[in-house]
């Protein structure tokens, strides 16, 4: 079974963001940037049902791909996705931002050419917070899909994925292939060790342009203004229960 991870270089999750001065968006500048951490997730998946970890069965996957669609820095993103497991990874580059719709349509080129059995991807980027990908992705291949996944069982031709929905956990299933969203709870990713860092450098990176797959990129949002969220106000302390009940009626809670 052949994997496709799709993942992404975005500004390090430890790293407080700054939005530019002239309001059009993040500065990027002088910013450590890391792999997205839900498509991180998703590598550490993938390589696990190749090896055999957890409740995966030894040899599930024989392949995994990664694919990262970005500037030509995406590839050190797909490095360490190498030196986590990953077989091979094509970079689709682009010097612009693409929207969901244009990342998804890309990806929908890749797979036709690739022909994966499954696709794992984080469920959204922590930079845009779109969580369209993987859905727009499925409706173009006319796939099954199971997002939010905190379970994946791989058996008989079907990904079952066991997702928390607000009254629980849900458990669905798909005929593969399929596109599966992966959520924080799946699974903790590996460190990758020196030894493997030092293999992924012999690992294939193909690079390709926006241009190889004809694909229509054109933005179909503007984006009007991006600021920090509003400072929060200071809290008060109180002296005991009953004047917290005092003040949460002052303040109509109660």
């Known amino acids: 079974m052949k994997i496709l991870v799709p993942v992404k270089r975005v500004i390090d999750s430890n ?8 309001q059009t968006g993040v500065d990027l500048a002088n910013v450590k940037m890391s792999m997205n951490p839900f498509d991180e997730i998703a590598v550490e998946e ?6 055999g970890k957890e409740h995966h069965a030894a040899g599930t996957a024989s392949e995994i ?21 990953a077989d091979r990874g094509i970079l689709v580059q ?18 036709d050419e690739e022909k994966p059995d499954l696709i794992l991807m984080g469920k959204q980027s922590i930079d845009g917070d779109n969580n369209a990908v993987g859905q727009m992705l499925a409706a173009l291949l006319d796939w099954p899909q199971a997002t939010f996944a905190g379970k994946l069982e791989i058996a008989g031709g079907k990904a079952t994925v066991t997702r928390e929905v607000d009254g629980g ?18 699974n903790t990713p590996r460190y990758a060790s020196l030894p493997n860092i030092m293999k992924a450098k012999k690992k294939e990176i193909v690079t390709k342009s926006v241009a190889d797959y004809g694909v229509d990129t054109a933005d179909r949002l503007k984006v009007l203004k991006v600021t920090e969220p509003a400072k929060r106000s200071a809290g008060i302390k109180v002296a005991d229960a009953a004047e917290l009940v005092a003040n949460l009626k002052n303040a109509g809670v109660l």
């Open 65 to 85: 791909v990664v694919v990262s669609i970005g500037v030509t820095q995406a590839q050190e993103t797909i490095r360490t996705a190498l030196a986590m497991g």
């Open 15 to 22: 790293v407080k963001a700054r939005v530019k001065a002239d």
């Open 94 to 111: 682009s010097d612009t931002d693409l929207e969901p719709l244009a990342i998804a349509k890309l990806l929908k080129a890749v797979v």
């Open 169 to 186: 956990l849900q458990t669905v299933a798909a005929e593969l292939p399929a596109v599966v969203t992966v959520d924080l709870r799946l």
């Open 46 to 51: 993938a390589v696990r049902l190749k090896e």
